[in-house]
């Protein structure tokens, strides 16, 4: 009884030792920095959008067993309000070839009568107008009829650093208005060499759905446009990416201004130096630009340059690698010429080139491909008119007069033996010439199912003929 006694009264004192050390409150610098965390998803939130989006999708590699196919979809991403007059930034891949967009935006912070359940009510969906897309940057600009919104600044990259803490906004696996919180892993990385395309990597979570989604610093100034993340299961386990501020503006300017990003080229193709290149090729040095190929007929080849020349600078500015210099050359107005140093074995040579327009075909196809009014649902294919800008930019034609560019295939089309492809140029049915998709509809009403069908393509540079009956 006396060693119980002895017990309970050592445990006692213990106790009252205890709580005599411990703090009576938590500690300040904990919770003001839990309240700064507050402070920042109050300030940030009321500017982040869910972005659904339906329509037509370009197939990815894996998904079909040939390239230009089409699926219907209905895909779901994040955006960031930019403009209180309702512009609006997500990424490409949300809404490329979709006939119908909707934002979902926030909920009030405060409603009436005052709220009593700890669920936010769902916020108001309105439709939103795609000003313009860039495949290259994956950012996309929407457009909504609202004002006085919420906007948030972009930070500037040149100023996002390692180590800096920042939170992720989107709408992962389609739950609205949700944050995670991590830092920069790094302010500029590179995921393939010489890739024109840089980001910025965050350990912050970041899960399907986040895409288009602000990463913000304590500021509250968007420092990325959640893109992609790399991951083996697919789960926020992996490495997330945004495209950087700077990057995001000049994609944003572009659009508003030519609905579409225009970027140059001299008509050759780059690489970035390294010893082992250097030490192969024998060029003169082993850091700098080397050229890979030159464009026959393009500026480039019309200016003198050859492949093996190593480019040490452009417009005064020495180029250390590849990307260095493809950015550089997107800049410059078109038909403005550029001054390049060349190293060309043991000569030092300065070389003015012309800047031309760079043709993207791919956001070309991905804006025009899908769309509804271009499908051929008894072809199963996307059309398009083939109009002598787009005729420019494919390949030469046999057939000079009219004809329809097979944009992409349909996933849900008709089973044919032989099917068409991603450009094939429809030039007659039954030899009927088809000058237009308006040509086309119009031959196709006149026919019914179970007819013949004969219709001549043109399939690089060679004619032939896809027969079928008509479905």
Do not use: C
């Amino acid at each position: 009884m006396a060693r119980s006694t002895w017990l309970s009264g050592g445990v006692l004192a213990l106790s009252a030792v205890l709580a005599a050390q411990a703090p009576q409150e938590p500690p300040r610098r904990l919770a003001s920095l839990s309240e700064s965390f507050q402070q920042l998803a109050r300030l940030v939130s009321p500017s982040v959008v869910k972005v659904t989006a339906v329509g037509y999708r370009q197939l990815e590699e894996g998904e079909s067993d040939e390239p230009g196919v089409a699926a219907r979809q209905q895909s779901a991403g994040s955006g960031v309000i930019i403009g209180a007059d309702g512009l609006i930034v997500t990424n490409a891949h949300v809404v490329v070839g979709a006939q119908r967009v909707q934002v979902t935006l926030p909920a009030p912070p405060e409603s009436s009568p005052p709220r009593r359940s700890a669920v936010k009510p769902v916020g108001r969906i309105v439709h939103a107008e795609v000003v313009g897309i860039d495949l290259e940057t994956d950012i996309a600009l929407l457009r909504i009829q609202e004002k006085n919104l919420a906007a948030l600044k972009f930070a500037d990259s040149e100023a996002v650093e390692q180590g800096e803490i920042v939170l992720a906004f989107g709408s992962p696996m389609g739950l609205d208005n949700s944050v995670t919180m991590g830092v920069v892993s790094s302010s500029a990385r590179q995921l393939k060499p010489d890739d024109p395309m840089i980001y910025i990597q965050t350990d912050a979570p970041i899960n399907p759905g986040n895409s288009g989604g602000p990463l913000v610093n304590a500021q509250g100034n968007v420092v990325g446009i959640n893109t992609l993340i790399l991951t083996q299961s697919g789960g926020s386990e992996g490495l997330g990416f945004a495209v950087p501020p700077n990057i995001v503006q000049n994609v944003v300017e572009q659009i508003l201004k030519s609905g579409r990003v225009i970027r140059g080229e001299i008509g050759v193709t780059v690489q970035t130096v390294n010893t082992y290149l250097a030490g192969g090729l024998r060029l003169p040095q082993d850091w700098g630009v080397d050229i890979s190929d030159v464009e026959p007929d393009g500026p480039g080849d019309k200016a003198g340059l050859r492949v093996g020349d190593v480019i040490a600078a452009l417009n005064g500015r020495p180029m250390e690698n590849a990307r260095q210099f493809n950015v550089n050359v997107y800049r410059p107005a078109i038909g403005e010429t550029v001054q390049l140093e060349i190293l060309r074995g043991k000569q030092r040579l300065n070389v003015a080139v012309a800047v031309v327009e760079r043709q993207d075909d791919a956001s070309f196809y991905a804006d025009l491909g899908s769309r509804e009014e271009n499908l051929i649902p008894e072809f199963g294919i996307f059309a398009v008119d083939l109009t002598s800008k787009l005729r420019d930019q494919v390949a030469p034609q046999r057939v000079r007069a009219g004809g329809v560019l097979v944009a992409s295939k349909s996933a849900d089309g008709p089973l044919i033996e032989e099917t068409f492809r991603a450009g094939d140029v429809i030039s007659m049915i039954n030899r009927t010439p088809v000058g237009s998709v308006a040509e086309l509809r119009a031959i196709l009403r006149k026919m019914k199912s179970g007819d013949p069908v004969a219709v001549q393509i043109e399939r690089q540079g060679r004619l032939r003929y896809i027969a079928f009956e008509l479905p």
